[in-house]
């Protein structure tokens, strides 16, 4: 089992922000070309491989996570999900529809303000957060 973290923009995240925080060894990976999805990106947010370390307490990296997302431009769509899948690939090819797959989740609409000082404490998962700025 593991968890993973994705964000779904339909902006591009700089490469300055990927590259700073690969430094701490937070890794985002835009996987759209593993997806079928539409005019979005697609970031995985890991340690390389999940995000066990980062998302179950005690929490790593949380100010790297949240420089991430404050990067992001625009509204985007937030989700840690609790998998029996042990790496992100076979999640993913299994799920190809990827609009549909978060289709499955609950929603919940949140401002970003609001997102941000709940990370990570108070976000739970298998919840699917549309973020508005």
Same mark, same amino acid.
């Given at each position: 089992m593991c968890y993973f973290i994705f964000a779904e923009t339909s902006n591009t995240i700089n490469e300055e922000v990927i590259e700073r925080n690969e430094q701490s060894s937070l890794y985002v990976q835009n996987l759209s070309n593993l997806v079928e999805i539409k005019?979005? &990106?697609?970031y995985h947010i890991s340690n390389g491989h999940c995000a066990c370390d980062i998302a179950v307490s005690p929490h790593r990296? =949380?100010?790297n996570v949240k420089d991430v997302l404050i990067n992001i431009e625009g509204n985007f769509n937030f989700i840690i999900i +609790?998998?029996? %899948? +042990?790496?992100? !690939?076979?999640?993913? !090819? !299994? &799920? %190809? +529809?990827?609009?549909? @797959?978060?289709? %499955?989740?609950?929603?919940? !609409? =949140? &401002? @970003? &303000?609001?997102f941000i000082? %709940?990370?990570p404490n108070q976000i739970k998962f298998d919840t699917l957060y549309k973020i508005k700025r």
């Open positions: 005019d979005k &990106n697609l990296l =949380i100010d +609790d998998s029996e %899948k +042990d790496d992100v !690939e076979p999640l993913l !090819e !299994e &799920n %190809k +529809d990827f609009e549909s @797959f978060l289709s %499955k989740f609950e929603t919940v !609409e =949140i &401002n @970003f &303000n609001e000082s %709940k990370y």
